[in-house]
């Protein structure tokens, strides 16, 4: 949940997502329905997510001195294609659940466990809704195939093929080197641009070393 604190001036704006606990009930179950927009994602701010349409039905129980959130949340986000950056949808479905006791202040005791000021008595759960929906997207999001933007792709490729060719480039050279001077040249330790060597060179490096 980390992140909670920071967002608690946006939270202000998001006042629909909070809860009043002391009004509930021991032994009885809520029944609380969300649909987030984009409106949503933009005023909570998060890096993952900034458009999307996501349902949320969450349950929340009073048991004891505890409350038991369950949420079951399902829809679509807007995120960035891995290979070509443009926009894309995935799908996203998830349930969570959020246990909450009263404490003099909001603290994190673990991931699914959070303590609210007992004084004011409430929970806002907008930030919770939207990191267990980040939580939720794939860690890599590409465009089906043929989906990509194609200008975008051509120019990774290229300088993928550009850089797979610098690579080449350097081995050659190093070994015709090392056919001139002998097996005991050391290939050069800089790339084009002066940048660091490909971690390659390293165990070239050893292998004309032993030799």
């Known amino acids: 949940m980390h992140g909670f604190l920071q967002l608690e001036p946006v939270l202000e704006t998001l006042k629909t997502y909070r809860i009043n606990l002391k009004n509930l009930s021991p032994g009885t179950v809520y029944e609380f329905n ?7 994602f933009e005023s909570v701010g998060g890096s993952e997510v900034r458009q999307g349409h996501v349902n949320v039905s969450l349950s929340v129980i009073h048991a004891s ?4 959130l369950n949420f079951h949340i399902d829809g679509q986000v ?8 443009d926009d894309m949808e995935v799908s996203v479905e998830t349930e969570n659940r959020l246990i909450v006791t009263f404490g003099e202040t909001y603290a994190e005791v673990s991931d699914e466990h959070v303590t609210v000021s007992e004084e004011e008595g409430f929970i806002n759960v907008a930030w919770y809704m939207y990191e267990f929906i980040a939580l939720a997207i794939p860690v890599k999001h590409v465009h089906e195939s043929g989906g990509c933007n194609e200008m975008m792709a051509s120019k990774l490729n290229e300088l993928c093929v550009d850089e797979v060719e610098d690579d080449d480039d350097l081995f050659r050279k190093a070994d015709e080197t090392g056919d001139e001077a002998g097996s005991h040249s050391e290939p050069p330790v800089r790339g084009k641009g002066n940048k660091p060597a490909d971690p390659r060179w390293e165990a070239l490096r050893h292998l004309i070393g032993d030799n």
Not at 34 to 40: E, K, N, R
Not at 78 to 85: E, G, K, M, P
């Open 78 to 85: 807007t995120v960035t294609c891995d290979r070509c950056l």
């Open 65 to 68: 001195s505890a409350f038991e």
């Open 34 to 40: 969300y649909v987030l927009g984009d409106d949503f």
